[in-house]
């Protein structure tokens, strides 16, 4: 690349690596940058340590890390699932219930509940 100054966005493509991963590391003091009004120009050179910039990845370890993360996002959506439907179910047996008590009362215990809440 030589030395110079480049883009954040023309960084990240020569790393393969994301645009926000960039702002992180010159946020954290890893890499020397400076404002060129809106955007971030960071310095760079030959000498530039490895160290200081996330190892690259090719295609294939990213979509297996993409299918590990699909794959943890669809527990947690089964996960959820199963608990709205047992929140369901306990709203259904709790409305049941009400209805049965409901049902078990006099109808003197009804038309007195009435009488007494309309005074």
């Given at each position: ?16 690596c ?20 809106k ?14 910039s ?30 709205i439907?047992?929140?369901s ?31």
């Amino acid at each position: 690349m030589g030395q110079g100054w480049v883009t954040v966005k023309q960084l990240a493509q020569v790393r393969n690596c994301s645009e926000r991963l960039i702002i992180k590391q010159i946020q954290s003091g890893k890499l020397t940058a400076k404002r060129d009004g809106k955007r971030w120009l960071i310095q760079i050179d030959d000498t530039e340590s490895e160290q200081d910039s996330e190892p690259m990845r090719n295609d294939s370890e990213l979509i297996a890390v993409l299918k590990k993360q699909l794959e943890e996002k669809d527990q947690q959506i089964n996960q959820q699932q199963a608990i709205i439907m047992q929140l369901s179910r306990n709203q259904q047996l709790m409305l049941e219930s009400a209805e049965q008590k409901k049902a078990r009362q006099s109808w003197w215990s009804r038309l007195w509940k009435k009488d007494h809440h309309q005074e």
